[in-house]
């Protein structure tokens, strides 16, 4: 059976060489040959699962060893995949959303002459994702690391033509190299102190190993998962990267990709663990940025922005949970694949009204959309109720025990934690009634002589559909019996906490509120009319507009002292390096000039040369001897 | 008439003296690669001289394709039946050694020879010459260039389709000359080999002036290191009385045992090893282009017909060098300690003098003719390593250089102006703009010679100088990665001069391929990255051949 796992790599693998060097042969079928590949690769993900579940909980982690790049003394680089219970979760995650975005992304780019490519994208990035967490060693997922930011790069500026998309995928490129450096230095630290990559070796040593090295190496897989996963202070990216087609942004920027931060902290958890520190800076981290993003999405009338600030603030959960240690991760990953349901579905919904708008994305131009779309209304209203935690759906299981984690967490960090995490529940469920009633709710805010707003072919519907019913129903399977927690726990171990208040007070308080938020979204966006044009705001407001002036930030402190950085690196190295440089260049180039004369062509000169070197051949041999 | 009845004389004895006479014992099987290439190479001729003409191209490609797969197909069945490891031995009378060095190298030659065919066989990118389809080679080459036999030819539309098997007739000299065991065979193979190389590259059909001239020039400085080679012989067999590279190896470890009478005044003078080593060394080191033996190689790459300097380029080094880690590990290893210095001058100034005299070339075939000598000085690195290790990392290189040379010089071939294939590198500017993947598949092919890593180019570098460093030849490292870096220059210099610059007006052409060299291409790309992201299977296979049988 483990000789499979590597099929799941290869299957999408296979899609993105055929479809990107194919050619135009493949314009027609290219498409259903890279959706095809996806449900290939989720149908051996499925067949795998069930293989793993006949098998008791220790011995469901599999290993399947491909081959070893140039072992040097210490330094083996194997390729090799690991699928335990965690990469299983992933695993199905990703080809199973993986494979609904494709079948959605038939319909959504119909008339897209490029569309061959975007699917040939689609399938590499698949192939990175699945690497990425397949991986049995550090080295090896930080080649699908780098490959899923290099289909996300491809992927936001996949409408290259527009000055935007290109200036976005630079910028989330350039924002992601920082984190990249932080999980190379990672791997580097790793190596000097364990000598290995493999997670097995590393993971184990971590109890033998120094705090301050353990330390080090964490902030080090803090800052990679931060640019990853759109975290505070990486998180700038995140908005602008809603200039790719909105299928791009449910898949990478929702629902799989942005979520690799938090598979790296779970993996770690050894490492986490041993290093109470790093593990502090990673619950600021979350704390800091589910605020952050969920008070971006209240101020955002871009659809896909208000989106893209819920989902770095759901992410913020995700982190503070795995900051948490053993109580958290099992918690961190339930809402990632909660969330994965939701916020595709939710991204596919907002897709689907662009379908039918004209692509138009700001919210102030659209308004009483459920009559024209009432599949999108539904599956985008049942996605919705999940988000915001509403009883019974996924979201309000998996959210609710980060809550109840962050205050076991205990002593005055525990009620900062939950009181932000609460308060982050009611801030997105503000956010997201907002979305909810601009878009579906009040009076139509677009022209009924330009735009005709229709309901999507069923090929984009029935996605969304299957997305809905994961949302309902996701959360409330995982915590029968905890079910989920249960089938994780041999992998990131799981403590019960102990909430200082019960977890009735927690679910009551959730509960409270969500109602609030819900209220006093309905009170200001509800109630009375929502202007087609957005009014001046306070200064909160303003500022959230301009992503809470991040961007203004980094130009200040970043671009321009790394413009004056450069400048004067720049005349340093005119002066000094390039003097060395281009003196060594030209004498190189002036002896080539000279020994090329010995060149020249006639058989003769050759010839004196060959006798020549002869000669000397010989005496250095006998000189050899005498000497 | 009483001479003729001496003569019939000795015939009657020696047939009416059985036993006396003993036939030579030969084991065909394991000679089979060999015999089957030279025995296709004899039909090919009989092909020649009574198929008709319109047949023969066909029949002739047909031919050397089955034949090469044939034998390639021996030599792994005698490498499963454990002829490279633990049956290997010395076959035909002490002439021939069967072991994994012999069998890796004879395996690699058959593969490459097997794509050099189907560059040979390209007749779509020379224009239709009067509604013909024609290869690279001569119309008609006994026919003085430019004169009115020349027209004619063109005109018939002939083809010299003798090039297959006068192609056979080398790969049968190349594959004896690594596995050869005594200096005679050596001498013999190493003529057999080069003369068909000779005659080959006198054939281009464009440019036959130059063509010509590379031909002679390679000619005259062959037979002139031949005279050397064949010196040393003489003065080795004057000091060990044998020819066999057991014998010697025995005499120079031992000392003589039996003074032959004849011999008795030079043998076991060291004097004679000496000077008779260091000659066969250099004719050796003549035919893997080494400083200061290498002067033919770029005016000789240059002339030759583009697929002939590919073959040339990638088979020659592969079964000289071959010879030379035979030579110098199996006759040669009592005297490692005079050897390794001198070849360690060698080495330097080969890895330099290619690096540094590539530099200012500005046509393509002599870059990459400078490219290969430079080349040549990273292998003597692991020639010198003295090592098994040394050795397997010398295989693994060699099989991965000629693949990326091979796949190198078929895209030259490509590369197409009104005057035929267009050499000049300013030409080249612009050609990542024009045609991407022709461009991008050189560039794979440049970052592999500069060694870059995910290449096979690297994988190999890495070896050799691995072992090199391991074997306390750590200056020579040194020495070899600052020659690398000077290569880099102007490998990228290629690669920016296709991808960064503009193209020009008048730039040439990309002609479109048939399937043939498309394959040679895509075989040479899919070696140089699979033996660059997964080279362990490879050295590892590598590692097994690395054993000389003495």
């Keep these: 059976m483990e000789n499979l796992i590597a099929l799941l790599v290869a299957a999408p693998l296979v899609g993105a060489a055929l479809l990107l060097c194919g050619g135009k042969r493949l314009d027609r079928t290219g498409h259903w040959i890279g959706t095809l590949l996806a449900v290939a690769s989720f149908a051996v993900g499925v067949a795998l699962f069930a293989d793993m579940l006949g098998r008791s909980a220790d011995h469901r982690a599999m290993h399947q060893y491909l081959f070893s790049w140039i072992p040097v003394g210490g330094f083996r680089a194997d390729v090799a995949f690991q699928l335990d219970q965690l990469s299983m979760t992933f695993v199905l995650l990703i080809t199973g959303v993986g494979s609904l ?121 803090l800052l990679a998962a931060c640019g990853k996963s759109a975290q505070v202070p990486l998180q700038s990216w995140l908005g602008d990267a809603m200039e790719g087609p909105t299928p791009v942004s449910a898949l990478i920027h929702a629902a799989t990709m942005v979520t690799a931060g938090v598979y790296l902290i779970t993996r770690s958890g050894a490492v986490f663990n041993a290093a109470p520190d790093a593990q ?132 005055t960090e525990g009620w900062i934690l939950g009181g932000a995490a609460l308060l982050g529940a009611a801030v997105t469920a503000f956010y997201m009634t907002r979305v909810m009633l601009m878009t579906f709710f009040g009076e139509k805010r677009w022209d009924p002589k330009e735009t005709h707003p229709h309901e999507s072919p069923k090929i984009m519907t029935v996605p969304m559909i299957v997305l809905a019913v994961g949302s309902v129903f996701a959360g409330g399977l995982f915590s029968i019996n905890e079910s989920f927690v249960t089938w994780l726990e041999p992998v990131t171990s799981f403590a019960h906490g102990h909430s200082p208040v019960s977890a009735t007070t927690v679910t009551a308080s959730t509960i409270v509120v969500l109602l609030l938020g819900v209220g006093t979204a309905w009170l200001m966006y509800g109630r009375k009319p929502v202007p087609a044009l957005a009014p001046r705001g306070s200064l909160l407001t303003r500022a959230a507009r301009r992503d809470l002036l991040q961007d203004d930030f980094n130009d200040l402190v970043f671009v321009r002292g790394g413009t004056h950085l450069t400048t004067t690196l720049v005349q340093l190295d005119r002066s000094l390096v390039d003097g060395a440089v281009n003196g060594t260049a030209a004498s190189m180039g002036g002896l080539s000039s000279l020994l090329r004369r010995l060149q020249t062509g006639f058989v003769r000169s050759y010839a004196v040369q060959m006798l020549g070197g002869a000669a000397v051949l010989v005496a250095a041999t006998l000189l050899m001897r005498g000497v | 008439m009483s001479s003729v009845a001496s003569v019939h004389s000795l015939w009657t004895v020696a047939a009416g003296a059985p036993g006396k006479i003993p036939g030579p014992h030969i084991e065909y099987a394991q000679l089979s690669p060999t015999l089957i290439v030279l025995g296709a190479a004899v039909i090919g001729v009989l092909i020649e001289a009574f198929v008709p ?105 002939f083809t010299t389709t003798e090039v297959f098997p006068i192609l056979l007739f080398a790969v049968g000299g190349m594959l004896v000359f690594p596995a050869a065991n005594d200096l005679l065979t050596l001498f013999v193979a190493l003529e057999v080999f080069s003369l068909p190389l000779y005659i080959l590259c006198a054939l281009a059909r464009r440019q036959r002036l130059l063509s010509q001239e590379a031909a002679v020039k390679y000619f005259l400085l062959g037979a002139f290191s031949s005279a050397f080679l064949l010196f040393g012989v003489a003065l080795l067999y004057g000091y060990a009385g044998t020819v066999t590279y057991a014998g010697i190896a025995e005499v120079v470890s031992d000392g003589a045992k039996q003074i032959d009478p004849a011999l008795a005044g030079t043998m076991g003078n060291d004097a004679l ?48 060098f071959g010879a030379l880690l035979r030579l110098l590990y199996v006759v040669l290893p009592g005297l490692r300690w005079d050897w390794r210095p001198v070849l360690w001058g060698v080495a330097i100034l080969t890895m330099l003098g290619g690096a540094v005299v590539a530099i200012t070339q500005t046509d393509i075939k002599r870059l990459l003719a400078y490219s290969s000598i430079a080349h040549a000085g990273f292998i003597l690195a692991g020639v010198i390593a003295t090592s098994e290790d040394g050795v397997s990392s010398v295989l693994f290189y060699l099989g991965a250089y000629s693949f990326v040379t091979l796949g190198a010089f078929a895209v030259v071939t490509l590369v197409r102006d009104a005057g035929g294939e267009a050499t000049q590198l300013s030409k080249w500017a612009g050609l990542g703009r024009r045609s991407p993947l022709v461009a991008a598949v050189f560039a794979v092919f440049l970052l592999a010679f500069a060694g870059i890593p995910l290449t096979s180019g ?75 992201l997964a080279p362990q299977y490879f050295l590892d296979l590598a590692g097994q051949a690395g054993v000389f049988v003495r």
């Design chain 2, 53 to 157: 003409r319109a047949a023969r191209y066909y029949s002739q490609l047909l031919l050397s394709l089955v034949a090469l797969a044939a034998a390639f197909a021996a030599v792994i069945g005698l490498a499963a039946g454990g002829f490279g490891s633990s049956k290997a031995h010395i076959a035909a009378m002490g002439a021939i050694a069967v072991d994994g060095p012999a069998l890796f190298l004879q395996g690699t030659i058959l593969l490459v020879s097997l794509i050099a065919v189907f560059t040979f066989a390209e007749r779509r990118l020379d224009p239709a010459a009067h509604g013909k389809r024609v290869d690279s080679f001569a119309a008609e080459a006994a026919a003085v260039p430019g004169g009115a036999a020349e027209q004619a030819a063109v005109k018939a539309g």
């Design chain 1, 280 to 411: 502090l800076a990673v619950v600021v981290v979350g704390a800091v940025t589910l605020l952050y993003g969920a008070i971006v999405g209240c101020a955002k009338d871009d659809i896909k922005k208000a989106l893209a600030g819920s989902t770095m603030s759901q992410i913020g959960y995700m982190v503070l949970a795995a900051g948490l240690g053993p109580i958290g991760y099992a918690f961190a990953i339930m809402h990632l694949v909660t969330h994965g349901f939701f916020k595709a579905g939710l991204f596919l919904g907002a897709g689907s009204v662009m379908h039918g708008m004209n692509d138009e994305v700001d919210m102030r131009k659209y308004g009483g959309l459920r009559k024209y779309m009432p599949v999108t209304f539904l599956t985008f209203g049942l996605g919705y109720l999940a988000i915001i935690g509403f009883p019974g759906l996924s979201g309000f299981f998996s959210k609710d025990k980060i809550i109840e984690a962050a205050f076991a967490k205990g002593g």
């Design chain 1, 101 to 221: 975005i494709h079948i959605y992304s038939i319909g959504y780019m119909e008339h897209d002459e490029r569309r061959r490519r975007f699917f040939g994208y689609l399938n590499l990035f698949l192939a990175a994702m699945l690497l990425l967490v397949l991986a049995d060693n550090y080295l090896l997922l930080y080649v699908g690391w780098e490959g899923v930011g290099l289909a996300s790069y491809l992927l936001i500026g996949f409408w290259q033509h527009k000055p935007s998309a290109a200036t976005a995928a630079k910028k989330a490129f350039l924002v992601n190299r920082v984190g990249d450096m932080g999980l190379s230095i990672a791997i580097m630290l790793m190596f000097t102190t364990f000598g290995t990559f493999a997670f097995g070796p590393v993971l184990a040593a971590t109890g033998a190993t120094s705090e301050g090295k353990l330390t080090a190496i964490g902030l080090m897989l």
């Design chain 2, 458 to 532: 690297f994988a190999g570098k890495f070896a050799v100088f691995k072992a090199a460093a391991q074997s306390g030849a750590g200056w020579l490292v040194v020495v070899g990665v600052i020659s690398s870096a000077i290569a880099a220059f102007f490998y990228i210099r290629v690669i920016v001069l296709m991808f960064f610059n503009e193209p020009k007006a008048d730039g040439p052409t990309v002609a479109v391929p048939s399937p043939l060299t498309t394959t040679a291409i895509a075989i040479g790309v899919t070696a140089t990255l699979v033996l660059g």
């Design chain 2, 273 to 320: 090893l000496l000077i008779g080593g260091a000659l066969v060394l250099m004719g050796l080191l003549f035919k893997v282009g080494a400083v200061p033996f290498h002067m033919w190689t770029p005016d000789v790459y240059q002339g030759a017909p583009t697929p002939v300097t590919g073959f040339m380029a990638a088979a020659t080094k592969v079964a000289a």
